[in-house]
């Protein structure tokens, strides 16, 4: 797919030159030589550092500013009632810690992440390597896998719902007819339930992208080395543990990263199907911070809550970047 | 697939990773999964209003109508599409606007900024949108920005910026830069060089982008419902809540809205995949 993508615009650069020096020609003429090369290349690079200036100070604005701000919210005491904020230091850390909801909203935040990205990991690559298999409907197959993640994350949480109801919903319906089921359960109501229920809907929302990435990188192994292990006398398992998962290594670490950092930050589903109950056996980071600052209107635990988030993400990202700089992304 | 070139060694062993009956067996749990949600979301909206509720449900409507995508189509919906479309499309062409401007020097690879400022574009797209939620509230309700469509789209930029500068330099660095030197060798500026010539070689990426900022604004649930509290204002996803009550849910409206909310995007999808697609893998899929 990469590839794909290269040779297309290789081919459409190769086809235009002649038109590009026509077209530069009826302009200037050679209007360029006549300025000395070094007042030239500093205007550029003025330009270029220019160009630069709106969309960073809008990433200052909109990214850099509330992070800032976060950090000094967290160390000030500022709710509804009291909207004077007064510096209170690491308190707002110290209630956290000894709030039980805090410690739950650790506890889910961790099920929740390792739940959705191991299944998504195990779920994307075993569709990307059923759908590089060919078979009669692969192409339809390939194009519908893709629909849960194109869905609105509002609509997923909607239809999970739906699903998941106990009595309107096919979930109970299918089982019933299945096996002895005691009563209807109430997946998204119960407390033992209710987050393994949304991790399964998560999982549904967010896997086709690592289909998506598999597939590519399934193709890309290089068939000479899948060549030389068969003549080698490997079987097909010992193939797949030896050299197709190696070539894939890297892709694996990318796209992990990245639904890691995804789903660790999902806010939608959560909020639409439980708003993090019952009680708080769904909370988690994103919902919780929105609860604090918007229901109970207490800033102050909301950026506190915040800035834990963040850590935890920061090593996330640091694992990415460094991930990113061994394949050469960001050269 | 990999068998037509398998050596003796391989052929005669059963130890396939998965059989012929295999695969279709597993095609179809995998059809079953993405599916079966989406199927009865449709089944849904086409039930009459007491069809809905009766336990256990049919698994096909004996009375199947339209009413509900007639119910859920009316003025107010329109109105929520219609500031869903404003919104989307003004966040899309400002964001495009600016990533493009971008990507004028991050493409190119002299600038001795350009290390840093990719890291911080990657590192601001990776911060939790919940938490940059709440300052950029309060900010906004000092300077008076809630519910206004102006106020929604610049913050839309905290999420759609970041992406798309990134895949916009992705897309046009893979446009040889030699180019924009013959094209500045003849004459013209290196900015109107960048304009004219690889600007329109990057058409298709740059569509792509426009496409997933398109996506990406139109799936916001989070800022509309923080930063829109006028019911007239609201955008399709919020306003499609708005049929989940605190009681009663409208089932049968409430799947037909969510049809009629996917359509738009499905199709726009389907137009745009292929490069989409390959613009989110080429970071990915490397090495």
């Given amino acids: 797919m990469l590839l794909r993508q290269h040779d297309q615009s290789m081919a459409s650069a190769a086809r235009r030159p002649g038109a590009v020096v026509r077209r530069a020609n009826k302009g200037e003429g050679s209007h360029a030589s006549r300025h000395p090369r070094g007042r030239h290349a500093r205007k550029e690079s003025l330009l270029r550092a220019a160009c630069l200036v709106p969309p960073l100070a809008l990433l200052a604005m909109l990214v850099g500013y509330p992070l800032v701000e976060t950090l000094r919210t967290s160390v000030m005491r500022s709710t509804f009632i009291q909207p004077e904020t007064v510096y209170v230091g690491l308190d707002n850390f110290s209630a956290l810690l000894s709030a039980d909801e805090f410690w739950a909203v650790v506890r889910n935040s961790v099920i929740w992440t390792a739940v959705v990205v191991s299944l998504q990991f195990v779920l994307g690559l075993a569709a990307a390597i059923l759908l590089s298999k060919r078979f009669r409907g692969r192409t339809a197959l390939r194009a519908v896998v893709i629909v849960p993640w194109v869905m609105p994350g509002i609509i997923a949480g909607v239809l999970w719902k739906l699903v998941y109801d106990p009595y309107l919903g096919p979930l109970n319906n299918l089982l019933g007819g299945i096996g002895p089921m005691g009563g209807n359960p109430a997946w998204l109501g119960a407390t033992g339930t209710a987050l393994f229920a949304v991790c399964v809907a998560a999982v549904w929302k967010g896997f086709p992208l690592s289909t998506v990435m598999y597939m590519a990188a399934y193709q890309n192994v290089p068939q000479d080395m899948r060549d030389a292990a068969r003549i080698d006398g490997a079987g097909r398992w010992r193939e797949f543990w030896h050299v197709t998962l190696p070539s894939m290594a890297s892709t694996m670490r990318t796209t992990v990263l990245l639904t890691m950092v995804w789903t660790f930050n999902y806010f939608d589903l959560v909020y639409v199907m439980t708003k993090g109950g019952p009680g708080v056996s769904t909370e988690i980071f994103p919902t919780v911070v929105y609860r604090q600052a918007f229901s109970e209107v207490n800033y102050g635990v909301a950026a506190a809550y915040g800035v834990v988030s963040v850590l935890v993400l920061s090593v996330f990202t640091a694992l990415y970047l460094r991930q990113l700089n061994r394949v050469g992304g960001l050269r | ?287």
Wanted: glycine share 8%; charged share 10%; proline share 6%.
């Fill in chain 2, 1 to 287: 697939m990999t068998s037509a070139t398998a050596t003796p060694a391989g052929r005669g062993r059963s130890n396939r990773l998965m059989s012929g009956a295999g695969v279709y067996a597993a095609a179809a749990l995998l059809a079953a999964f993405v599916l079966g949600p989406v199927l009865w979301m449709v089944v849904t909206a086409l039930k009459p209003r007491d069809e809905v509720f009766t336990s256990p449900p049919h698994w096909i409507p004996h009375h199947p109508t339209f009413e509900n995508f007639g119910a859920a189509l009316d003025p107010t919906f329109l109105r929520f599409m219609g500031n869903s479309l404003l919104v989307c499309t003004g966040a899309t062409l400002l964001c495009v606007a600016l990533a493009l401007l971008a990507s004028y020097t991050l493409s190119r690879p002299s600038g001795r900024m350009r290390h840093s400022v990719l890291v911080v574009v990657l590192v601001s797209q990776l911060l939790p949108q919940a938490v940059l939620l709440v300052p950029l509230y309060r900010s906004a309700e000092e300077l008076g920005l809630l519910n206004s469509y102006a106020g929604l789209v610049v913050v839309y930029l905290t999420f759609t910026l970041p992406v798309a500068m990134w895949l916009l330099h992705g897309f046009i660095a893979a446009i040889p830069a030699e180019l924009e030197e013959a094209a500045q060798a003849d004459g013209l500026s290196s900015f109107r060089a960048f304009l004219t010539v690889i600007v329109p070689l990057a058409r298709p990426g740059i569509a792509a982008t426009a496409a997933f900022v398109f996506f990406t604004a139109w799936q916001d649930f989070m800022f509309a419902l923080v930063f829109l509290t006028d019911e007239a204002k609201r955008t399709l996803p919020l306003g499609v809540l708005g049929y989940m009550g605190q009681y009663t849910v409208q089932w049968g409206q409430l799947m037909a809205a969510s049809t009629l909310l996917l359509l738009p995007i499905m199709a726009l999808f389907v137009a745009v995949q292929r490069h989409f697609v390959a613009g989110l893998t080429v970071g990915a899929v490397k090495g």
